[in-house]
Structures are given as structure tokens and as C-alpha cells.
């Protein structure tokens, strides 16, 4: 897909993303709006029928007294808790503070809101104007002690307009004599609560969103990264194989030429160049194979007793020629007793190659190699170790991926499609192996595999 339509999608998505959960955020808002508005009322219209109450029982009382002054030896009950037909002018003895705290209770459980339920606690207390402090606390009588501020209770100090409420008692008299007022200090919690569900949902399906945006990002992106690999894959393939068939057409072109037929050294030399191209060719070809191979995962091993000595003394003689032009040395020092292992020749041998050609390909100077093996716990080991340019810590990890290469510019400048490592280490596993990499950057690597013996 046109790089411009994946971006113009993912933009539109990301748009369509961000747009969907302001839009919730907003209707959270405003239902926190809504639902604070509503418990506000609701306590609102608590206390001002608490408030009422107080009255109504206050002038029940009253008339209870009246009546019983009137008739003294009538059956009416006499409760008079005042001994005075006229109304008491002490707040707090006007205020029967059992029957506050249960119609509180009541009005509120009426509104919904249970003072069982955590959130819903609340303190409450009448305030009175005249002496300038509280009277009432929580159902019971309070004693305010002019200079300690410190002994009424936090939620009162630190009570703020948002979580107090209050409501003037017998609000028709004049001046009003006091105010009941009630704390919720979790109002917060309580209207979370409240829209607690919707919230939830929110946060969970939004997540779900995002995570599954992310990961399609990520697949997109890989993916993306995987066919540009492919194509610059495909392209140096090309390329490189361009050059031998040209060479290969010349040298076959003069082999043909009168003059060349003569002459027995330029057809040695000619014959030559056609074998080393081809040589390289197919080189190129099992790289591509390899490749394929990775691709389909299924490698269909043909498993017989390889000695690895052998193998890897081949190995040493393919990649000599090339080293000792550079002045380099590549060495063996095989000490294993039983290089006998179980596996499929082709690949164990494409494992070393792999390996001795980034050793030389990765050492800018002039390659020294070593390859050292020894037996270990039920395995063999085999070392390829290099001085060449090394890897630093943070690519380590790396290099075993498919088509992973160090970022060429700053460190090296050598032609590779990053397939060799990951090749190596799907090989070394299918044959139960392990590959390890010890290296320090400048100083040299070392390949550490090890096989199983059977
Ligand atoms: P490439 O085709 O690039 O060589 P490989 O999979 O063989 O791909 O290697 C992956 C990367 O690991 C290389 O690009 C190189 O940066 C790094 N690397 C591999 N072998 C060596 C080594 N012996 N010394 C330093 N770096 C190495």
C-alpha cells in the first residue's frame, strides 16, 4: 500500500481515537455534573426536612406542656422536657439530640444514601450563632473551650464548602439561633461511585482501543520494515548476480575467440574466472535458499553422524584463500575427543561458513581467526572468535533477527542482507543446539555453539 494512504488511514484512526474518548471524557463530566448537582440536592432536601422536623417536634412538645399546665389531671401524656410553655432559649436544650440523629439517619437512608457504606459516612452538628461554635457533634453535646481550636475534629477544620453542607435551624426566628450542618468527606468517592460503572467501561473499552491501535501500529510498522527489507534484499540479489553472469558471458565469449584457443594458459585463466564466478553464484543462491528455508520454518533435516572436525577443517580450507590475501591467519585448535555429532550436513556446514565469513567480513584489519572446540557437559562446543570490529552491548541482542544489521554508517561498510546470524541460530536450534556471543566492541567476537551428542 502507498506509504501517503497507510499514514492518511492511521492519522484518520488516530483522529477518530483521540475524538471518541474526549467525547467520553466530556460525558463523564458532565455526568459528574449531573450526579454531583443531584446528591447535593438530595442532601439538601434531607436536611431541610430534618430541619422542619425539629420544628414541628419542638411545637409538639410545646403544646403537649400547654395542655398539661391547662388540664393538669387529664390523661393527656406530659412530656415537658422544659418545665415552660415558652420556648427554651438554649439551643442545645431545645435540640433532643437521639431524635436528630435518627431522623437524619432516616431522611438520608430515604435518599439513598446509607451511612453503613464507607464512602457514605458522614459527621454532622448543630453550629450555634450565639456562642460561636459548635453545640452538637455527631449526637452528642459539645463543649467548645475558647483557644482550642485543635479539639474539634478534623473534618470540620479541614472541612471545605464542597464537602459540607449546612441548613439553618428553626430558620423562621429571628435572629436565626443556629445551622445544621453535615460532612461528607468522601464526597468525591461518593459521586466516583455513582458513575462508577460508565467509568469503567470507559477506561476498559478505551484500553482495548488503544491497545489494539497500538499493536496494529506495531504490525504495520514491522511489516512495513520487513517488505522494504525484502525488496533491498531482492535488489542487491539481483545485482550481485548480474556481475557473475557478466563475467561468466565475457569469459565464455573469449573462450570462444580464435586467438585464445591457442593459447592453453588463457583458457586455464579464463576457466578459472568462470569457476570462481560460479563459485560465488552459488553462494548467492544458498543465501537466497536460506532465506526461503527461514521463511517456511520447515527444514526437513537430513540427519546423519557428521564429525564436526572434519566439517569445520573444510570450512577453514574454503576461507583461507581469502584471508591469507589480506594477510590474515585462520587457525583450528580442535580438541575435542568426540566431534561426533547428530545432524544435517548441509546446514552444519552453512553454520560455520556463515560464521568464519562475518569474522572476516567484520574484521577491517587483518582477519585473525580461531576456532577452537572442546567437549563439555554431554555437548560439544565450538568457538569462532575474531579480533575484528566487535559489537557493543545495546546490538547484541539484536543481531540474531532476521535482517538485522548494526546501522551500517558509523561502524562498517561490508555488503550483507542480515540473514546470516539468524539463519545460524534457527540451524543451531533445530539441531538442539545453543549460540551464544561473547564481544567487545573493537576488540573482537566470539560465537559460542554448542551441540548435543547423542
Ligand atoms: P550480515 O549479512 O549483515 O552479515 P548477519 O546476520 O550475518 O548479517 O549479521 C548481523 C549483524 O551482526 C551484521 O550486520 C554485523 O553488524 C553483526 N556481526 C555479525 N558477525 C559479526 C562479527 N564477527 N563481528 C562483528 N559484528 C558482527
Redesign the pocket.
Known amino acids: 500500500m502507498n506509504k501517503k494512504v497507510i499514514f492518511g488511514i492511521l492519522g484518520l484512526m488516530a483522529i477518530a481515537i483521540v475524538g471518541v474518548i474526549w467525547s467520553q471524557i466530556r460525558l463523564i463530566q458532565s455526568a459528574t455534573l449531573v450526579n454531583t448537582e443531584r446528591f447535593e440536592k438530595s442532601i439538601f432536601s434531607a436536611l431541610n426536612e430534618v430541619v422542619t422536623k425539629l420544628e414541628l417536634d419542638e411545637e409538639k412538645d410545646l403544646f403537649l406542656s400547654s395542655m398539661s399546665q391547662k388540664y393538669p389531671n387529664s390523661n393527656v401524656p406530659t412530656f415537658n422536657p422544659f418545665g415552660s410553655k415558652e420556648k427554651e432559649k438554649n439551643l442545645e436544650n431545645r435540640i433532643k439530640m437521639d431524635y436528630l440523629d435518627g431522623i437524619l439517619k432516616e431522611e438520608l437512608a430515604i435518599r439513598g444514601i446509607n451511612s453503613q457504606i464507607p464512602s457514605y459516612r458522614y459527621h454532622y452538628g448543630i453550629y450555634g450563632f450565639e456562642k460561636g461554635s459548635f453545640i452538637i457533634l455527631d449526637g452528642e453535646k459539645f463543649n467548645y473551650e475558647e483557644g482550642k481550636e485543635n479539639v474539634l475534629p478534623e473534618y470540620v477544620n479541614t472541612g471545605d464548602e464542597n464537602t459540607a453542607f449546612r441548613v439553618n435551624v428553626f430558620p423562621r426566628e429571628r435572629p436565626v439561633p443556629g445551622e445544621l450542618r453535615i460532612f461528607f468527606p468522601n464526597k468525591n468517592a461518593i459521586i466516583l461511585r455513582s458513575l462508577g460503572k460508565t467509568l469503567s467501561a470507559t477506561l476498559f473499552f478505551a484500553g482495548i482501543i488503544l491497545l489494539c491501535f497500538g499493536y496494529t501500529l506495531y504490525i504495520i510498522f514491522t511489516q512495513k520494515k520487513l517488505s522494504e527489507m525484502k525488496t533491498d534484499f531482492i535488489n542487491n540479489m539481483t545485482h550481485e548476480f548480474k556481475t557473475p553472469i557478466a563475467t561468466i558471458s565475457l569469459a565464455a565469449d573469449s573462450l570462444n575467440n580464435p586467438s585464445v584457443l591457442k593459447n592453453e594458459d588463457k583458457i586455464l585463466r579464463f576457466s578459472r574466472i568462470i569457476k570462481q564466478e560460479n563459485i560465488r553464484m552459488h553462494k548467492q543462491v544458498e543465501k537466497v535458499l536460506q532465506m526461503a528455508l527461514l521463511e517456511k520454518k520447515d527444514f526437513n533435516l537430513k540427519w546423519s553422524s557428521i564429525n564436526m572436525h572434519d566439517l569445520i577443517l573444510a570450512a577453514i580450507e574454503n576461507i583461507s584463500l581469502q584471508v591469507e590475501a589480506r594477510e590474515g591467519s585462520v587457525q583450528g585448535f580442535l580438541n575435542a575427543a568426540s566431534p561426533v555429532i547428530n545432524g544435517d550436513q548441509t546446514h552444519l556446514s552453512n553454520i560455520i561458513n ?1 560464521l568464519l565469513d ?2 572476516t ?2 574484521s577491517p584489519q587483518k582477519p585473525h581467526i580461531t576456532v577452537f572446540t572442546r567437549n563439555v557437559d554431554k555437548g560439544l562446543e565450538i568457538i569462532v572468535k ?1 579480533e ?4 557493543g552491548r545495546d546490538v547484541r541482542k539484536f ?1 540474531f533477527d532476521k535482517f ?3 546501522p551500517t554508517g558509523n ?2 561498510n ?1 555488503k ?7 539463519y545460524v541460530k534457527t540451524m543451531v536450534e533445530a539441531h538442539k543446539g545453543k549460540i551464544d556471543v561473547r ?1 567487545e566492541l573493537g576488540k573482537g ?1 566470539s ?1 559460542i555453539l554448542f551441540f548435543p551428542l547423542h
Not at 575484528?388 to 559489537?391: A, D, F
Not at 550483507?416 to 539468524?422: K, M, V
Open positions: 556463515n562475518n569474522a567480513k567484520y575474531d575484528g570490529i566487535g559489537l543481531i538485522y544489521r548494526v561502524i562498517h561490508v550483507g542482507f542480515g540473514l546470516g546470524l539468524s564481544s567476537s560465537f
